[in-house]
């Protein structure tokens, strides 16, 4: 079992910065195969924003792209999430996830893990 808490979401005038994080316990993140952060808006569905391989690297979306950047600290079994340039559309609640097990990693539907959201609220 992972348990999976996320802080650091507020809000945020567009064009501010936020950073996201994800505190795993229970188990080390090293032993499990990807972290994705997933965000969701009101009236739509669970939507991907960017994962990390462990062993391969990050894949963000075409959203993400250039402003959204995911990373680790090892020692903290922690995942962070930078948000730059933030935009009204970006408000949701943002989600991260872990996937156990080799595979895809921009459906939600693979992961096996989540946390309870933080939501991010972007005002222009």
């Known amino acids: 079992q992972v348990q999976l808490v996320e802080s650091g979401g507020g809000p945020v005038q567009a064009g501010g910065s936020l950073r996201l994080s994800c505190a795993a316990s229970?188990?080390?993140?090293?032993?499990?195969?990807?972290m994705g952060w997933f965000r969701q808006a009101p009236g739509k569905e669970r939507e991907f924003v960017t994962a990390i391989i462990w062993s391969t690297g990050t894949y963000p979306s075409d959203s993400a792209k250039g402003r959204f950047t995911i990373s680790r600290d090892n020692a903290k079994n922690t995942v962070y999430l930078q948000m730059n340039s933030l935009k009204p559309e970006d408000t949701a609640i943002y989600y991260c996830?872990?996937?156990?097990?080799?595979?895809?990693?921009?459906?939600?539907?693979?992961?096996?893990?989540w946390g309870q959201g933080t939501q991010v609220t972007v005002s222009s």
């Open positions: 996830a872990v996937k156990r097990r080799e595979g895809a990693v921009k459906s939600a539907r693979v992961y096996d893990y």
């Open positions: 229970g188990r080390s993140l090293s032993s499990t195969y990807a």
